[in-house]
């Protein structure tokens, strides 16, 4: 018994009641997903084992390939638009010393708002009658007259611009923080060695700043693999699965088709892609990197 | 004095309380709408609750897709409410096979609810040979037009392809779209296109050996009829001007379209008639229906499909069956309560299955409705009648034939290569015995 009053101990104490109530909500019915990953389980009624069928099913099924690919583009495009400019407009933001709390809130503010309204004000802008494309209409231009979200080759950029522009203002305010880490005397230095500002950036702000990045870098890919919000809000994956992602995909099937049994399968194969990525920044720690 | 009023006040609130906690509780999900809601607590709950002592019905009220979700959790935890709503027979058979709604046998014989109702619609709930749901109402697919539109053209309202292709080609000369539709908000309207066409172009008959397995999806008629559907809807784009329009408008936008003249026809089911009453009925144009144009030699003969809206069953580990049994019991035996319900949405809504005669239909609704009605009884009763996708189809390929059919006008596959995996469904559907009760074909 002397175990449970050890100095050691104590921070389980604190520990334990979210662990218990994670146990719950995701540890149990995470490994039940995996167990019905196994099954033929539509939701309702019994259970029954077909070993790897779903598996199988999953392999030749040109939808979900097609959601994967998704998926990595998705991901791709999250890397690189709402990254480069978070990171150029933190640091410009770093320059001003008026306003820029402004600035800061500014960019921020689609990030406080429910995904739900950020998907309605855009659907709206796009809306070929009583959007854009309707007001240059009346005005004699042809311009956005059809919304990229129905047209099957924008769709999927469509939706990662309004996630993107509601994401992008929380990538600013991570960067700002790291930026606002990084001692002075390295920029007043480099000032007295004549250094640009591109330099500056290159040389003293992006390295110091590497952890921040690195983990952003991370969350990045890491929840662009269940993004679903944004895509069953705007589009559904539609049209003809343009927009589809490997978590619509997952949904539909569930709650759809009643195919509980499929769904947790891709929800297994999701599973492992996310464990991977997590396992590999846990090897780059290992190896070193300041992440 | 004060004295008398407190003791006065006590026995009332006494006696209301005691009425409340000695009637027994029966619960009924009902899937929430701001219209709607206020008249099925006035016209069913309360009207129930004041025709009995016993039981006490509390509808509760959700959005469609929680409810279902949250429904679904409570039942396989062996809660749930008492009366079970569902969105079609695809539903009821998943709870059915799960062993989780009352067999409703018993009661309908001892009720006599089989001949009060439509035989259809009474066999469409029937699984296994055993009575399991009863629809809560009952709807078909028409088309609307603006009468005032077309008489002022000297329009013709089609009857056949080659006139609406003809009086197609004039609403466009004008400016207008051919038909008001569209898909945003709700991906499975394109199954309501699908349904005209199969049913429409192949005929009911072939749509119904299909069904039950005598003819193949794959048949040439079948792949004619959805090549027809993909003509109309990519390269003439008949629904709201072009398929990308029809992804981007809504049940709103849509019906704005109809009463402005936007577009001069609208597809669409039966629940509509409230809205479009409220919406071309104040433009100060006069709208009309009509039985959908037949699409070929195969389907000569005006026919309504038929379809059920949302079932009503019995939660097997329900904590008072009788008491929805009794619920069930007083729709089914009060058809003036039922039918005043249903007037208030012009019928558009909880058009309960039940056997009508010409004096029942009410007269203090739209004349258009009226007609409808009447119509619709003399056509079906004739036995002209079509198949509704999201009533005879399996999930699997009832989900296929509306999510699918993107694929088929992006052109990323060919009509023969959709209906191949169609069919692929339907026979994984009938080897697992998930195919659906379909009424005999006389």
Known sequence: MKIFSNKNFVAWYFVFPVAFIHLFVIGIPSLASLALCLTDWRGLGEINYIGFENFIELFDDRYLKKAIINNVIWTIAFLTVPVGIALTCAYLLTGIKRGQMFFRLAFFFPYMLASVINCQIWKYLFHPIHGLGGFFERIGWDFLAVSPFTMKS??????????????????????????????????????????????????????????????????????????????????????????????????????????????????????????IIVALFGLFRKAGWDI | MIKTVISFVSVIILSTSFSAISKTKVTWSMESNADRDPIMIEKLQNAYNNSQGNYELVIEFEDNETRLTSMRTAMIGGMGPDIVETPGPSYVKEYHAAGMLENLDSYAAEFGWKDKMIPWAYSSGVFEGSLYAIPKTHESMVMLYNKTLFEENNWKVPTTLEELEDVAGKIKAKGMNVFSYGSDGWQPTHEHLVGIYLNNYAGPQAVYEAIIGEREWTDPVFVEALELLKKHMVDEGYWSGSLENYYAIGWDDFHAQFANRGAAMMTIGTWTFQATQLGIGASGDEWGWAPLPSLSSQSPDPNFMIAIGTTMSVNANGKNKDGAIDVLNWIMSNKDKVLDIAKDFEFGEMVVPLTLSSSDIPTDIAPQVQDYLSEYARITGEGNYGYCTWTFWPADPGVHIWKDMEVVWAGDISVEDFLYDHQKMWDKARKNGDTLPVPLRN
């Open chain 1, 154 to 275: 924008t769709s999927l950029f469509a939706v990662a611009f309004v996630d993107g522009w509601h994401f992008w203002g929380f990538l600013v305010v991570i960067y700002l923080t790291g930026m606002y880490q990084v001692d002075n005397h390295l920029y007043e230095a480099a000032d007295i060695e004549g250094a640009t500002k591109f330099q500056k950036f290159r040389y003293i702000t992006l390295p110091m700043i590497r952890p921040v990045f690195v983990f952003s870098i991370m969350i990045i890919i890491i929840w662009s693999v269940p993004v679903f919000d944004y895509v069953y809000i705007l589009t559904g994956g539609g049209p003809a699965y343009s927009s589809e992602v490997i978590a619509n995909y997952m949904y539909s099937q569930a709650f759809e088709r009643f195919d509980v049994g499929y769904s947790s399968a891709i929800g297994t194969l999701m599973f492992f892609y996310v464990m």
